[in-house]
T-cell receptor, first 116, second 113 residues
Framework: ETGVTQTPRHLVMGMTNKKSLKCEQHLGHNAMYWYKQSAKKPLELMFV???????ENNSVPSRFSPECPNSSHLFLHLHTLQPEDSALYLCASSYSPGTTQYNEQFFGPGTRLTVL | AQSVTQPDIHITVSEGASLELRCNYSYGATPYLFWYVQSPGQGLQLLLK??????LVQGIKGFEAEFKRSQSSFNLRKPSVHWSDAAEYFC???????????FGTGTRLQVTL
């Protein structure tokens, strides 16, 4: 595997379900991101982890819970979601922002989430 | 706070025609600027970026962009569009030290044969 991978690619869940999205990067980066992409809205940054520490949480509802066990893996745990949470969830990775190594964010293919 | 405006939601061009996608940003200092492309069902792929130096930057797939500080713009251009260029294009700005990458709302490009 190369680059940034995300599983599953598609997920349908009910409002009472609990599920998790997984992201893995094979680029040796030390920062990882979750974005939400909804129709007709700009990409919204949800969470940022740098050196496995959460450095940003953009007022995301608590029904979204991120986890970064190491610099290569990032999870987004979902529970009691709402239909308006249906969107494409994109993971990205980079070298830590603010360092001389930072150049760009590399994105995964996304998980298309539908909440019924 | 920084912001990015892509005034064109949807553009249609004929194959072989030239293309220019507009991007304006709002930020006090010189930002880091990016153009990404997203094909249906895919993630975002970086086309090109500007950090400093030469204001005309070359990217992949024959794209280029020009940073114009006086106009706060970073427009994307391609001299001859191919049908495979049909996709959504996003301009983004980064302030360098912060972790936040701010995206525009995107421009959907349709290419007619």
């Amino acid at each position: 595997e190369t680059g940034v991978t995300q599983t599953p690619r598609h997920l349908v869940m009910g409002m009472t379900n609990k599920k998790s999205l997984k992201c893995e990067q094979h680029l040796g980066h030390n920062a990882m991101y979750w974005y939400k992409q909804s129709a007709k809205k700009p990409l919204e940054l949800m969470f940022v982890y740098s050196l496995e520490e959460r450095v940003e949480n953009n007022s995301v509802p608590s029904r979204f819970s991120p986890e970064c066990p190491n610099s290569s893996h990032l999870f987004l745990h979902l529970h009691t979601l709402q239909p308006e949470d249906s969107a494409l969830y994109l993971c990205a990775s980079s070298y830590s922002p603010g360092t001389t190594q930072y150049n760009e964010q590399f994105f995964g293919p996304g998980t298309r989430l539908t909440v019924l | 706070a920084q912001s990015v405006t892509q005034p064109d939601i949807h553009i249609t061009v004929s194959e072989g025609a030239s293309l220019e996608l507009r991007c304006n940003y709002s930020y006090g200092a010189t930002p880091y600027l990016f153009w990404y492309v997203q094909s249906p069902g895919q993630g975002l792929q970086l086309l090109l970026k500007y950090f400093s130096g030469d204001t005309l930057v070359q990217g992949i797939k024959g794209f280029e962009a020009e940073f114009k500080r006086s106009q706060s713009s970073f427009n994307l251009r391609k001299p001859s569009v191919h049908w495979s260029d049909a996709a959504e294009y996003f301009c983004a700005v980064h302030t360098g030290t912060a972790s936040k990458l701010t995206f525009g709302t995107g421009t959907r490009l349709q290419v007619t044969l």
